[in-house]
């Protein structure tokens, strides 16, 4: 906890010991001390009291840009800076002298908030390390619904974007992932997945036909039935493989008939 007046600091350590999942582990009267403690404590929660002489509560969040925020609780008697508080990413915003009901509401979310923030850095490390054992291109693991998940490349008939999601659609389900389609693409064989839109990768293998349809567009029809964009900008990427399976026209000014790509 941060706070230049000592009468607050012990208000605060008084209502923590009630809680035993919490364990104080520095108590500083000025914002410069605080700052050089988080950097190396590290704790997962301080309660920083905005008005402090000479480095003042959101000068100490500025200080700390560089490093792995920790949740932040602002503690203040003066409600202007409310604002301030939530638009430096504080969780909550207590205000002196602090009602012990209010302080524990504002304690048991931070708890949630830190929890959260634990399991989806244990999740991401564990994700990491999965990626490392497992050979590329021969299994993704990917992190769906707060578990990790393992897709076999050939199962996938395609990919699509969704704002900051990508669903991998497979042969049987759909998997919904928070992840950009450009990691996703650098995990698939390029010889089998193509990127045809901003927003589509296609499994080769699975699709039938690639159609033409004026002004220098495509469809890809899919063997189940699924027609695609083929977006204009991609249209490189269809020649080279076109010229990869050995497509006797391709597309020109002129358009090009629609190219069967079953058993290429």
């Known amino acids: 906890m941060v706070d230049d007046e000592p009468l607050a600091r012990r208000r605060i350590q008084s209502l923590l010991k009630a809680d035993p999942e919490v364990s104080v582990i520095g108590a500083f009267g000025n914002g410069r001390e605080a700052a050089q403690a988080i950097r190396e404590l590290k704790p997962d929660l301080v309660f920083l009291d905005v008005q ?22 602002f503690v203040t008697a003066f409600d202007q800076y409310a604002i301030r508080a939530f638009e430096a990413h504080a969780l909550d915003y207590l205000l002196k002298p602090v009602k012990r009901a209010r302080f524990f509401e504002a304690l048991q ?68 992932v928070r992840e950009k389609i ?27 036909e690639v159609i033409p349809c004026g002004s220098g567009e495509y469809v890809i029809l899919m063997k189940n039935g699924r027609e695609l964009s083929f977006g204009r900008s991609y249209r490189d990427r269809l020649e080279h493989f076109l010229s990869k399976i050995g497509a006797s026209r391709r597309p020109g000014n002129g358009g090009f008939t629609p190219i069967s790509l079953e058993g290429h």
């Open 52 to 73: 402090m002489p000479e480095m003042d509560g959101f000068a100490v969040l500025a200080d700390l840009a560089d490093t792995p925020m920790p949740t932040v609780l």
């Open 109 to 176: 979310h931070a708890k949630e908030q830190v929890r959260l923030r634990q399991e989806n850095h244990y999740e991401q490390r564990l994700l990491e390390l999965m990626k490392q054992v497992t050979p590329t291109r021969t299994r993704l693991v990917l992190r769906s619904g707060g578990k990790l998940i393992f897709v076999d490349p050939e199962e996938i008939e395609w990919v699509e974007a969704a704002a900051n999601y990508v669903r991998l659609h497979t042969r049987t389900e759909v998997h919904t």
């Open 182 to 208: 450009s990691a996703i693409e650098q995990e698939l064989n390029p010889e089998t997945f193509l990127r045809v839109h901003r927003s589509i990768i296609v499994n080769l293998d699975r699709v039938k």
